[in-house]
């Protein structure tokens, strides 16, 4: 029987849970974290301020959120696979941030009232969702007016020469560094897959337009390997 894209993903991230933040560094050769970083500026979070992470993972953004907004605010995040929830509960723990709740749930149907959040993110998890237009709508739905939507993603460079050795290192090296460093060769290929069918820059732009969002912002990092698009929802 063949798997829907949703099932898919969620036995790709139930293997991988426990290896999943060494592979991040190894696959993005330690970027990730200064992309993540420098979003996060752009974005200027506020103390008390809420947030969503959606697709949250292992909670690292939902961490680096909790952060700046503080003890009176609020983040959320959001996962469908437990394991790797597991994981990003351990770190909150560890970390003692009360204001962060994870909960498991679906990001086509984010369990949460309209206009609920300053902030809603999505972290190298929307190219796994069946339908990126819902899940911008249900970020969209979600979010307060006025408020943010950034996704920060994998993307494909447009430079030339540099682009084929991208593309080259996706389809040949990545899958390789998952078999040697989680022993995971079919899960890491998927990965690459998903980033090769995911739609370029501009076209997601056109995306959060379509979804509702206003002053969309890109920004391409590492000559394009990852970009981060940022929407407004209208007040």
């Not at 996704?151 to 390789?176: A, D, G, H, N």
């Not at 056109?206 to 929407?231: C, I, P, T, W």
Request: aromatic share 12%; with cysteine; hydrophobic share 40%.
């Amino acid at each position: 029987m063949t798997q829907t894209k949703e099932e898919r993903v969620h036995q790709v991230f139930e293997s991988i849970y426990k290896k999943y933040d060494v592979m991040n560094s190894v696959i993005s050769f330690q970027r990730h974290k200064a992309w993540r970083k420098d979003t996060m500026k752009i974005m200027n979070v506020q103390k008390g301020d809420s947030a969503l992470d959606v697709c949250c993972g292992t909670a690292d953004w939902a961490i680096s959120l909790a952060e700046e907004v503080g003890p009176t605010g609020r983040v959320d995040g959001l996962d469908f696979s437990k394991n790797m929830l597991k994981i990003g509960q351990e770190k909150i723990e560890e970390k003692k941030l009360d204001q962060v709740h994870l909960h498991h749930g679906n990001a086509m149907e984010l369990p949460y009232k309209d206009n609920e959040f300053d902030f809603v993110t999505i972290g190298f998890g929307l190219r796994n969702v069946p339908d990126y237009m819902q899940v911008l709508r249900e970020m969209h739905r979600v979010v307060k007016p006025g408020g943010k939507v950034v996704c920060l993603e994998t993307s494909q460079p447009t430079i030339p020469v540099f682009k084929q050795l991208y593309f080259f290192y996706f389809r040949q090296i990545m899958p390789l560094f998952g078999k040697m460093f989680a022993k995971s060769y079919e899960e890491y290929s998927w990965l690459q897959e998903s980033t090769m069918s995911f739609p370029d820059r501009d076209k997601l732009a056109d995306m959060f337009r379509e979804a509702g969002f206003s002053n969309v912002q890109v920004k391409a990092y590492s000559g394009g390997v990852a970009a981060m698009h940022l929407g407004m929802k209208a007040k």
